[in-house]
Every structure is written in structure tokens, then in C-alpha cells.
């Protein structure tokens, strides 16, 4: 059996050890959800998404799930807007941290802390 990585192993994967600053990007999650299954997230980064200066990819990740890796997005200048929504699982309460890597190879960070009053993920924390 493999051990799940730390939330800080999971980002170095996606970072490949470089700095990662806090600032510009702005996590959207409900800080107190009933049920895990189905929470709502979106992750704005700031930035002009011109062709010189603009969000490459945003990675998000979590601290308990039994998969740290949650998603990674592809932008570029012609996504018009450095935003993204989508619908995650938490199996806990628990951190969520989205980092997004910009054109000129900068790494920013955001983080909630999410409290989850019914789990998901039940199964697979078994």
C-alpha cells in the first residue's frame, strides 16, 4: 500500500520545488459545508491574461482526501479571464490550496480552510 503524499509533497510535484509566493489568488469555497460530496469552488487569479503576462495553469490541491491532486487547468491569454469553477469532494475538514504558475514562471498561492459536516470519501478512508 502507498502512503498518501502531505499537501506540501503534492505541490512540489505540481511546483517542481521552486519558490511559491503567497498573493494573487483568491480561493471561493464556502467555509462550512453540510456535505462533501458536491462543494463548490472557484479559484481567481489576478492577472491581465495578455500575451506577454498571463496564468499558464492552476493547481489545487487538498490536505486530506486520500488523493492530494485534485485538478490542474490549462489557460493561456486567450481564456480572457484567470478563473476557473468547479464542483470538488472532501472527505474532512481540511485545507484546500490552489497554486497557479504564471507566463513568467512565478508561482502564487491561496488557501481555505474548509469545515465539512458530513464526509465524503468515506469509503476510501476505510
Known amino acids: 500500500m502507498t502512503t498518501r503524499p502531505t499537501l506540501a509533497e503534492a505541490v512540489r510535484g505540481f511546483t517542481g520545488n521552486r519558490d511559491v509566493r503567497p498573493g ?3 480561493l471561493d469555497v464556502p ?7 458536491a462543494v463548490g469552488i ?8 495578455s ?7 492552476i493547481g489545487l490541491f487538498n490536505e486530506k482526501n486520500p488523493q492530494a ?3 490542474v487547468f ?14 470538488i469532494r472532501l472527505a ?9 504558475e504564471m507566463s513568467d514562471g512565478s508561482l502564487w498561492f491561496g488557501e481555505a480552510q474548509v469545515i465539512v459536516t458530513l ?3 468515506i469509503e476510501d478512508l476505510l
Open 92 to 100: 474532512s475538514s481540511q485545507t484546500v490550496m490552489a497554486v497557479a
Open 31 to 37: 467555509p462550512l459545508v453540510e456535505n462533501g460530496n
Open 24 to 26: 494573487r489568488v483568491k
Open 74 to 87: 490549462h489557460l493561456g491569454p486567450r481564456a480572457g479571464r484567470a478563473r476557473i469553477s468547479t464542483r
Open 119 to 121: 464526509a465524503a470519501c
Open 69 to 71: 491532486d485534485i485538478a
Open 51 to 57: 500575451a506577454n503576462d498571463h496564468v499558464r495553469r
Open 42 to 49: 472557484t479559484v481567481t487569479v489576478e492577472s491581465p491574461m
